[in-house]
């Protein structure tokens, strides 16, 4: 990875410009390249930016610029594509979105770029397979943003039901992006004792636990059909990536992870636990799931592997 600090952001719209103004506000980047279709928004946006630069933690630079600008960057992160509508799943968006990732990813390795790539573009599992493939970078060096919002939803609402700080809660979304994920339970902590235990302990009813979980998958269409879109916190969630790698961290994240045999899976990009470092992810952290658990896994997985060889495959051979 480079040793410039440079971040390229592809998608000025609500989830690029969340996570660029949250990047703005957290600092850590030196060169941040705003990239888009509609050019003529992306210059505003790079103006809008810097004219907050004098209240920023530190010096940046921020512009909008092309293809080029990923050759010597360190990260690239892909938000671009169709969002999603009310009433619309993530998984209908595949198609179309599939044919975008292709050309975007073309054109960012077309500029000599050797650096790592998120993709936060959805459905994510699946784009970050196309990504992955049409790349034909290091698998651990193209990943998506997968559960991670998920995983911080869940916390939030663990902390809210126990009026404990989220920061507290050791918790995880695994499995899709979107309506097929779980929690392991059993893997879940609040500070160094189990959920399942407190719940048992404050005599809490365990079905409750399923509310939370509902709460979770159940956010991103109520947000939507509030307000039309989620960005604040994904944009969030984006930031925290990028940090995870440019300060070598070693974070557990559960990013969209290329499978390789663990749990009993191959072939595919799903959200679970892994360490990020400066190389990307570094390793994954394989729990030892329940058969129920397992099942879950294996359901979204089966989803995801359906829609690659039904849908994506073809497009990315260009068929």
Known sequence: MSKKRKLVIVGAGFVGMSAAYAVLNQGG?????????????????????SHGLPYAPQKMNIKAGDYSDCKDASIVVITAGLSQKPGQSRLELTTANAKIMKSITESIMASGFDGIIVVASNPVDIMTYVVAEVSGLPRGRVFGSGTVLDTARLRYLIGEYLQVSSKNVHAYILGE????????????????????????????????????????????????????ATYYAIGMALARIVSA??????????????????????????????????????????LELNKEEQAKLDNSCSIIKDIIEKDINSIIKGE
């Open 177 to 228: 992006h979107g309506d097929s994920s779980f929690v392991p339970w059993e893997h879940s902590y609040v500070g160094c004792k189990k959920m399942v235990d407190i719940m048992k302990d404050n005599n809490h009813p365990m079905e409750d636990l399923k509310k939370i979980h509902d709460g979770v998958w159940q956010a991103a269409y109520e947000i939507i059909e509030k307000k039309r």
């Open 245 to 286: 790698v440019l300060n070598d961290e070693n974070s557990i994240l559960t990013v969209s992870t290329y499978l390789d045999n663990q749990y009993g899976q191959n072939g595919l990009y799903i959200g679970v636990p892994a360490i990020v470092n400066r190389n990307g992810v570094k390793e994954l952290i394989e």
């Open 29 to 49: 980047v030196d060169e941040m390249v705003l990239i888009d279709i509609d050019t003529n928004k992306t210059k505003g946006e790079e103006m809008d930016l």
